[in-house]
């Protein structure tokens, strides 16, 4: 199993600015995933993060607006930057210790920009 | 690409009962993973249970069990003697085998109303 550790649990932000949601996992995975929640909907992949090499987007999501960064393999941040009203999301982070096994998740960053 | 579809917004059952949750999916893959999660009010995804398209036998984990048809691409869920924590968003979820494609394809989500 893994426990993941995910910051801030909720935030109010200003359009225009950026906020870096940070994704600890108590031990050493491989596969490294945001999603994306929007209210009362379904979750849709942002990107893989990939240690030691640029993250993998999903058609819709770009670099500028989302910037990832995987600096080891427990640890990873998401950038939601020059943020508007329609940003405001819930972002989980999500985990997978082995193929095709459970994916565990953080509890998720309810972010609000007014 | 493959898509999940879950037809059943919400859905509501009343205490001790069984419900059953529908979910299809498309896919010309002939190996996948399947998975049903569970996000109650907290936002924490749970997984309630998973298959594997190569196995032929139903999944079934305590008071939940899957009723897994490959050839019909449906994957429904059943709840037997429905709790009250079972209230939640039930998502049907799809994952590639496949090396690059490991991510998760989700459902639109069934809101699942315990009645006491």
């Known amino acids: 199993s893994a426990v993941i550790s995910q910051k801030p649990s909720r935030d109010i932000c200003q359009r225009g600015t950026s906020l870096t949601i940070q994704c600890q996992v108590d031990?050493?995975?491989?596969?490294m995933f945001w999603y994306r929640q929007q209210p009362g909907q379904s979750l849709t992949l942002i990107a893989t993060a990939n240690q030691g090499s640029e993250a993998t987007y999903e058609s819709g999501f770009v670099i500028d607006k989302f910037p990832i960064s995987r600096p080891n393999l427990t640890f990873s941040t998401l950038t939601v930057s020059n943020m508007s009203p329609e940003d405001s999301s819930i972002y989980l982070c999500?985990?997978?210790?082995?193929?095709?096994?459970?994916?565990?998740f953080g509890q998720g960053t309810r972010l609000t920009v007014v | 690409a493959q898509t999940v579809t879950q037809s059943q917004p919400e859905m509501s059952v009343q205490e001790a009962e069984t419900v059953t949750l529908s979910c299809t999916y498309d896919?010309?893959?002939?190996?996948?993973?399947l998975f049903w999660y569970k996000q109650p009010p907290s936002r924490q995804m749970i997984l309630v249970i998973r298959q594997e398209a190569y196995k032929q036998q139903n999944a079934t984990e305590n008071r939940f069990s899957v009723n897994f048809q490959k050839a019909a691409k449906s994957f429904s869920l059943k709840i037997s003697d429905s709790q009250l924590g079972d209230a939640a968003m039930y998502f049907c979820a799809y994952r590639s085998p496949n090396f690059g494609n490991e991510k998760l394809t989700f459902g639109t989500g069934t809101r699942l109303t315990i009645i006491p």
């Open positions: 999500s985990v997978e210790i082995l193929a095709g096994s459970e994916a565990f």
């Open positions: 031990s050493q995975v491989t596969m």
């Open positions: 896919t010309s893959e002939s190996d996948y993973y």
